[in-house]
Antibody, heavy 116, light 108 residues
Framework: EVQLVESGGGLVQPGGSLRLSCAVSGFTFSSYWMSWVRQAPGKGLEWVAN????????YYVDSVKGRFTISRDNAKNSLYLEMNSLRADDTAVYYCARGGSYPGIWGQGTLVTVSS | EIVLTQSPGTLSLSPGERATLSCRAS???????LAWYQQKPGQAPRLLIYGASSRATGIPDRFSGSGSGTDFTLTISRLEPEDFAVYYC?????????FGQGTKVEIK
């Protein structure tokens, strides 16, 4: 069974940092682009970042450039999102998704709340 | 960045009726690289359509997509009770990928 399981969310103060992880199973992780997509409470979807199979290409939405870093460890079947200088408007459910174009498999998400 | 505008914001229909959802892009979407997703409360999005008109695996044929360039449409031929949800379009012809703001299909 294909599974993507996010972890690492929680409450963090403005200006703080958090590292999200996504553990995958049931498919050959190293064969796929991967993405992070977020959804603020009661709002729509926003693409955050994606990464090529070997990590050689990465793309970010402008609002997170210089603050967030997407990475992967193919040996551990894991995707990461390092988030620094967090702001209130980063509060959202963060989804890990398989694919860099039109993700067909999504995790259930992890909630990040940025608040003092 | 390509901005996607979906209309209407909310569509109130009855089961069995036809739903037509629109997605308009601020510039042409390369090679019709447009997808549609369905999202229900508390759930992750579900891929319905990619390449503007290709149904994803397991998606019923009452869902169809059409369009090219800047204008795209998702049609649900006959609404089933489980189809009442929010629908998003998303372009992948350029980076960053972008989503529309969503159309809610609610029971009338």
């Amino acid at each position: 069974e294909v599974q993507l399981v996010e972890s690492g969310g929680g409450l963090v103060q403005p200006g703080g940092s958090l590292r999200l992880s996504c553990a995958v199973s049931g498919f050959t992780f190293s064969s796929y682009w991967m993405s992070w997509v977020r959804q603020a409470p009661g709002k729509g979807l926003e693409w955050v970042a994606n990464i090529k199979q070997d990590g050689s290409e990465k793309y970010y939405v402008d609002s997170v450039k210089g603050r967030f870093t997407i990475s992967r460890d193919n040996a551990k079947n894991s995707l990461y999102l390092e988030m620094n200088s967090l702001r209130a408007d980063d509060t959202a459910v963060y989804y890990c998704a398989r694919g860099g174009s039109y993700p067909g498999i999504w995790g259930q998400g992890t909630l990040v709340t940025v608040s003092s | 960045e390509i901005v996607l505008t979906q209309s209407p914001g909310t569509l109130s229909l009855s089961p069995g009726e036809r739903a037509t959802l629109s997605c308009r892009a601020s510039q042409s979407v390369a090679s019709s690289y447009l997808a549609w997703y369905q999202q229900k409360p508390g759930q992750a999005p579900r891929l319905l359509i990619y390449g503007a008109s290709s149904r994803a695996t397991g998606i019923p044929d009452r869902f169809s997509g059409s369009g090219s360039g800047t204008d795209f449409t998702l049609t649900i031929s006959r609404l089933e009770p489980e189809d009442f949800a929010v629908y998003y379009c998303q372009q992948y012809g350029s980076s960053p990928r972008t989503f529309g703001q969503g159309t809610k299909v609610e029971i009338k």
